[in-house]
């Protein structure tokens, strides 16, 4: 039986990290994060493109945009979406992360998710740096990760 898993390395690999502006506190951190992880891993900094939206809801376009043009072995996505008094949170953050699924699909290309969906901004904050780690840098090591297994399975197919 082959097993096949891959490791958080980003030698030789392009990243984009696309960010949410909204709740910019928050969201620096993510952004912090994600790019810390991805140079510790062997990402050289002129590999990385960081790309800033304005809210969550505009994540998924820019990461079509971002993946049609086939430089990026895989993408970050990070933002904070922080429940509300109305039915606005739910949209935003259920239409964030699909949208992200589904680019992520279409152009066989790893996104690590990294959009918090919080109640409130001490949630948001436990997760950007706080007594919860930091969601950017977990979602950077998991689209590390998730580069290298496609390569590792790409390299199946070739021989």
């Known amino acids: ?27 620096q951190k993510l952004v912090d994060g994600a790019l810390d992880a991805l140079v510790r891993h062997g990402t050289a900094a ?7 939206v304005p809210g ?11 993946l049609a043009t086939e430089r990026y072995d895989a993408l970050v996505a990070v933002g904070a979406v922080i ?18 699924s589904d680019a992520s699909a279409a152009f066989e290309t790893p ?7 919080c109640d409130d ?10 007594e919860h780690g930091n969601k950017g ?9 998730m580069a290298d297994l496609f390569d590792r399975l790409d390299a199946t197919d070739e021989g």
């Open 56 to 66: 969550a809801w505009e994540l998924p376009a820019a990461a079509r945009r971002l």
């Open 111 to 117: 996104i690590g998710f990294g959009v918090l969906t």
């Open 46 to 52: 002129d590999d990385v493109d960081l790309v800033w």
């Open 137 to 145: 840098w977990d979602a950077a090591l998991a689209a590390l990760e």
């Open 83 to 100: 429940r509300g008094d109305t039915p606005h949170f739910d949209y935003v953050a259920g239409e964030a992360s699909r949208g992200l």
């Open 1 to 27: 039986m082959a097993e096949f898993s891959g490791s958080p390395s980003g030698h030789g690999r392009r990243f984009a990290v696309v960010a949410s502006r909204f709740n910019e506190t928050v969201t």
């Open 121 to 130: 901004m001490a949630q948001a904050e436990a997760r950007a740096g706080g």
